[in-house]
């Protein structure tokens, strides 16, 4: 039980780290596409791609819940 307390913090600064990450790899390669080698943007693709990642399973996990849902009330 300690450990969650201890850790609380993690979880949002995670998701404001992932979606920092999107918004600097995206307002720097944009304008120009050669800077996707320069090793700080090599260093945020990692975090903006889990940030990706990670909200588009929580996204269709919750339509997956939803239909499942609907489906099971049809059949009963």
Avoid: H
Avoid at 22 to 38: C, D, H, N, S
């Amino acid at each position: 039980m300690d450990c969650d307390r201890k850790y609380r913090w993690a979880r949002p600064l995670s998701s404001v780290t992932g979606i920092l990450a999107l918004i600097w790899f995206r307002g720097r390669v944009v304008t120009k596409p050669p800077r996707a080698m320069y090793p700080c943007e090599r260093v945020t693709v990692p975090f903006a791609n889990s940030f990706i990642v990670g909200l588009t399973s929580m996204i269709r996990s919750t339509l997956a819940y939803w239909k499942a849902r609907l489906l099971l009330c049809q059949f009963l």
